[in-house]
């Protein structure tokens, strides 16, 4: 996949009715790479994402993803090849944790390679493709959906929180999976609030202040110094 | 045997008629008021198939085809339209519901019908005479459970149902066309009721408002048994038997309605149904 | 601001139309020919029914099939004394008063059935649609003594002549409708919307939305047998037909075409129906039917609010001035020793999942305490558990020494708590000043005929609606206000509660600086001068550090840190929980 920019944000506003939750975010991520937008929360990183993927209207700037422009719907980006792994609901509890991989392809046609791959990043998925989704632990459900989302083999991937509530060991399985994904040319916009998950896997990052980008930069060694008196620990 | 015979045929009857509802209720999680009106649909195909000299087995498949077709055109303009409004959605079921049986009473006349036996005479079982029909419709049911059963469990189609069934707003986010779903959905639930109007026509008489009579009794079922089938297998069974046992000690006419105050009585103390065990 | 009004002015309406309703009634007969004169005896009827309908669904939200069966319950209750035990006056009044306590026992009971914490509007609307079937059946199988299938016939009736019933029919129209117009612009006919539009805010606010619905149920049917048994003098026949459920979704149809919520659609609607589908039934009955069935598919997917309600939209009344605001002097409250909110041991699980664990809190009045943690950290779950004691918790929560548990949300708002919701929750089809004075309802209750022109609201909730500029928009419709405003609004409401606890969830999602600025020094007021103690959920840190007494930290279900505003703020644990060192 030749590198190319796979999404940009230009003076992107949006939020809930009348009131404007992200003001005027500018942003870009490249294949084969990972941006961290960090923030407290409330400050609007959620909305973001959402706007992005469209599940919240754009009020005002413009989103390319893939090249295309316009305010895409849930089923273009799932179209077009882009991921979402939502913070809330994210799975079907009651379903077997073959048919929730199952439902993120359009069709049966390629589910058994699909499954390969990701069951690779998530081995014990595949010994137990059969179980109930809600049969697992918390941190085996993020690793779920985070391989749902790769099973499309997608350009774009959207992580919201996916750190939140995991301990060290599975953070680190969940962060090698992404970093292979990344070599592969996979464009990762992730939004977080662990501060060293975030720097492991992203090249760079962002700060969201009140809907607003107020620091950005590489993830390099002051970034952590950086990052941290921003969100004003 | 002649009551555990009634029995199982009762409850057959039962599921074949509520099998469409229940899909529907299931899925676009609204009660489907025509569905009276596509089981007269159906009947009066078996009629029309005599009328033109078919078999009269070919009305089967005759009534499949045209409770899909009108069925997606009432998801299309009726109930799409009121996707968040549903208790409005319900009311103009109701409405549809009418209007087809105004036109049924148009082209046919209001007089009663009587369509063909489509399995006439009797056999001898466990030492009884009993219907033939009646005993056919117990294999009816046991095979159209099981068809049901394969297509909700294995298909993509019954995949995608379930999911809609679980979490519509999850579904959609991944990007399913939940539109669509619900679109097959509903045209596959009013495909059933025609077929149950087909093997409801040997037994009952055939009037415009001959659908309507079976309409409480099957949506009471469909909200028991939530979008369980198996449920649904279940509370037939229950329900009829109760039906049968009233009907023959008590009175006929309150057996009639024992269907339909027990799942009052069952869902106001499980609200959800009974699917979930 | 316009100049306060009697609340009888706004009887005038009302009072005109029955005057000019009953003169028109008493002199119509002489123009009519008998067949109209039948026909329109039978159509104001059931126009009056139609009324009784609009109220429980267009008005209250209840989509019922049933009120054509209480109807019918009192028309045969009618009948049948009338057949089998006389007619002398005294049985006449006696059947009168059948034809109202059956009914009205049956819609208690169907009321009672249809409605209970949990109770879903189809269930209700299913429940409605059992019962005229059940009495429709229990009428056939009655045999020759309920007349069975041809129903009783050529009994006795009151010794009217056909003008005599027309003239009463319309009375009862007319009467009927006045009563329903009076009710629905009285302060207790608000409450009717504000079930309709919001039964969770109503239960936080102290009302029993359930108990309103069995009432008015239990009340509506009695109506409709008084109806019933006019029924069954002025026609002299009672049939299966005016029981059963056809009959049931008919008035439905009626009110859907006329328009929900408007009374007069309604009725209009049903005596034109009536009357044409009497003087059609001749000619083409089946197109008549298909004509009106396609008529209600389109009314209900095009134009919901029906005929009335879109000539409604299309003339724009003059609005009502907006009441005068009066400022309460607050309730002597008795200072209790022990803390306001004891919280022991609380754990709340969700299957698997243990959302809350082991938590202690105790909070005094005066103290305003923030609620702080990571998304999923189980605040919300905890404010849910402390407004609504029917949720599953483990441990023990006291609110002024009484233990919640299974409270439902109205009982345990009266022991003095007010929840404020993140969305802001409001009656949309209200008005400023009427959301407010149903905020009042469970101290004192409304009149149910007189519209007050005056809000007497407590000082505090006044400050709110003053210091926000809500005080401008008292008469403007709820649902038109801007999210910040709705924000105030519905703290105003909690505040006219007069609670002791007050909690808030995100009270300043969405706000801009200056609103968070105001909401902010309300709070802190209320918890230094009126005794009360409020506890907020908040991600604003900034928010949280300048207004707050104390800050409790909730992460993973626990709580880890209770103290001072300096001692939390810059504790090294809550920063590690905020940048994602803490593991679980």
């Known amino acids: 996949m030749a590198d190319e920019e796979r999404l940009s944000l230009d003076a992107v506003s949006s939020g809930y009715g009348a009131v404007a939750v992200v003001r005027g975010v500018r942003l870009a991520v490249r294949s084969g790479e990972a941006l961290a937008v960090l923030g407290k929360n409330g400050m609007g990183k959620t909305t973001l994402l959402k706007t992005i993927v469209g599940l919240l209207p754009l009020q005002s700037g413009e989103i390319r993803i893939l090249g295309a422009s316009g305010a895409p719907t849930p089923a273009d980006c799932v179209a077009r090849g882009v991921s979402y792994a939502p913070q809330d609901q994210p799975l079907f509890q009651d379903l077997s944790i073959r048919d929730n991989l199952r439902l993120a392809l359009r069709s049966d046609r390629l589910l058994a390679q699909a499954l390969a791959r990701v069951v690779a990043h998530f081995p014990f998925l595949g010994e137990r493709l059969h179980q109930r989704a809600g049969a697992l632990s918390g941190g085996e459900q993020k690793m779920l959906i985070l391989a749902r989302a790769l099973m499309v083999q997608p350009r774009l991937l959207l992580v919201d929180e996916i750190s939140e509530g995991l301990q060290p060991s599975l953070l680190e399985r969940i962060a090698a999976a992404l970093r292979l994904e990344v070599s592969r040319g996979l464009a990762i916009l992730m939004v977080e609030q662990n501060i060293d998950f975030a720097l492991g896997v992203a090249h760079r990052w962002a700060v969201l202040e009140r809907g607003e980008i107020s620091e950005e930069g590489a993830s390099d060694a002051g970034a952590r110094t950086r990052i941290a008196a921003r969100l004003r620990l | 045997m002649l009551l555990a015979l009634d029995i199982l045929s009762t409850a057959a009857i039962l599921f074949l008629v509520a099998l469409g509802l229940l899909a529907i209720f299931g899925v676009l999680k609204i009660i489907n008021f025509a569905h009276g009106a596509w089981l007269t649909v159906g009947a009066y195909c078996a009629v029309l198939a005599a009328r033109l000299g078919l078999n009269p087995w070919a009305a089967v498949p005759l009534a499949f085809v045209v409770g899909l077709t009108l069925g997606g055109l009432a998801e299309i303009l009726i109930i799409r339209p009121l996707y968040r409004r549903p208790l409005d959605a319900i009311l103009a079921t109701w409405g549809l519901g009418i209007v087809v049986g105004q036109l049924i009473t148009l082209v046919f006349g209001r007089d009663v019908q009587f369509a063909p036996a489509l399995l006439p005479g009797a056999w001898r079982i466990g030492g009884v005479e009993y219907s033939a029909y009646r005993l056919f419709a117990i294999f009816a049911a046991l095979l159209a459970g099981a068809l049901y059963a394969l297509m909700f469990e294995t298909t993509r189609l019954g995949l995608l149902a379930r999911a809609v069934i679980m979490n519509e707003t999850l579904a959609r986010a991944l990007g399913i066309d939940t539109a669509r779903v619900r679109l097959f959905t509903f045209m596959l639930g009013t495909g059933l009721a025609g077929v149950a109007g087909v093997l409801l026509s040997p037994l009952t008489s055939v009037d415009p408002n001959m659908g309507v009579a079976w309409l409480i009794g099957a949506f009471m079922l469909a909200m028991v048994a939530d979008a369980s089938y198996v449920a649904l297998g279940l509370a037939s069974l229950a329900f009829g038997a109760v039906q049968v046992l009233v009907s023959a000690y008590v009175s006929p006419v309150l057996g009639g309605v024992a269907v339909a105050v027990l799942a009052a009585l069952a869902l106001r103390l499980r609200p959800r149904g009974f699917a979930r065990g | ?584």
């Open chain 3, 1 to 584: 601001m316009a100049e306060a009004h009697s609340p009888l002015t706004g009887l005038r309406a009302p009072a005109l139309f029955a005057l000019i309703g009953a003169a028109a009634v008493a002199a119509a007969p002489p123009f009519l020919d008998a067949f109209a004169s039948n026909v329109l005896t039978r159509s104001m009827l059931y126009a009056a029914l139609a009324v009784t309908v609009d109220l429980l669904w267009g008005y209250t939200g209840v989509l019922t099939f049933a009120q054509g069966a209480f109807f019918g319950v009192g028309a045969y209750a009618t009948a049948l004394m009338l057949t089998h035990l006389g007619a002398t006056p005294a049985l006449f009044v006696a059947a009168l008063a059948l034809a109202i306590v059956l009914p009205a026992a049956l819609g208690a009971l169907v009321g009672w059935i249809s409605f209970y914490h949990g109770s879903t509007p189809l269930f209700a609307s299913v429940i409605s649609l059992v019962f005229p079937i059940v009495a429709t059946q229990l009428v056939y199988s009655g045999g020759a003594w309920t007349g069975s299938s041809s129903g009783l016939v050529g009994y006795d009736v009151l010794p009217l002549e056909g003008e005599g019933f027309f003239r009463l029919a319309g009375l009862l129209l007319v009467a009927v409708l006045v009563a329903a117009w009076v009710f629905v612009r009285s302060d207790a006919g608000k409450l009717l919307i504000a079930v309709r539009d919001n039964e969770a805010r109503c239960a936080y606010l102290g009302l029993d939305p359930k108990r309103i619905q069995i009432a008015l149920t239990a009340i509506l049917a009695a109506v409709a047998g008084l109806i019933g048994f006019v029924f069954a003098n002025a026609s002299s026949v009672v049939a299966p037909e005016n029981v059963g459920f056809v009959f049931g979704t008919e008035i439905v149809i009626w009110v859907a075409l006329g328009g929900r919520a408007t009374l007069f659609g309604p009725a209009f609607a049903a005596i034109g129906i009536d009357y044409l589908s009497a003087q059609l039934s001749g000619d083409l009955p089946f197109l008549w039917q298909l004509v009106l069935g396609s008529l209600f598919v389109v009314t209900i997917i095009v134009a919901p609010e029906g005929a009335a309600g879109l000539a409604r939209r299309l003339w724009r009344g003059g609005t009502a001035a907006p009441p005068r605001l009066l400022s309460l002097e607050a309730a002597p409250r008795e200072t209790k020793a022990g803390p306001l909110l004891a919280v022991r041991g609380l754990s709340r699980g969700f299957g698997a999942l243990t959302v809350l664990r082991e938590i202690d809190l105790s909070v005094k009045s005066g103290e305003l305490l923030s609620l702080v943690g990571p998304n999923g950290a189980g605040k919300t779950t905890l404010m849910r558990c402390l407004s609504d004691g029917r949720e599953p918790f483990r441990g023990e929560i006291a609110m002024g020494g009484q233990d919640i548990a299974g409270r439902p949300p109205n009982r345990v708002a009266a022991l003095g708590v007010g929840r404020k919701f993140q969305v802001a929750s409001i009656f949309e089809g209200l008005s400023v000043a009427d959301c407010l004075r149903l905020a009042r309802a469970s101290h004192e209750t409304p009149s149910a005929w007189r519209a007050s022109a005056a809000l007497a609201l407590p000082a505090p909730c006044v400050e709110v609606v003053k210091l926000t500029g809500l005080i401008d928009q008292l008469g403007a419709p709820a649902r038109l206000l801007s999210h910040g405003l709705k924000q105030a609004l519905e703290l105003a409401m909690v505040l006219a509660l007069e609670p002791q606890l007050v909690l808030l969830d995100e009270p300043t999602a969405g706000l801009t600086k200056g609103e968070r600025t105001l909401i902010g020094e309300v709070l802190v007021k209320l918890t230094a001068g009126q005794g009360c103690a409020v506890v907020l959920v908040e991600h604003d840190f900034d928010f949280v550090r300048e207004i707050s007494s104390r800050i409790v930290v909730l992460h993973q279900g626990r709580l880890v840190m209770d103290g001072t505003v300096e001692d939390v703020a810059n504790s090294a644990l809550v920063r590690e929980i905020y940048s994602g060192g803490g593991h679980g």
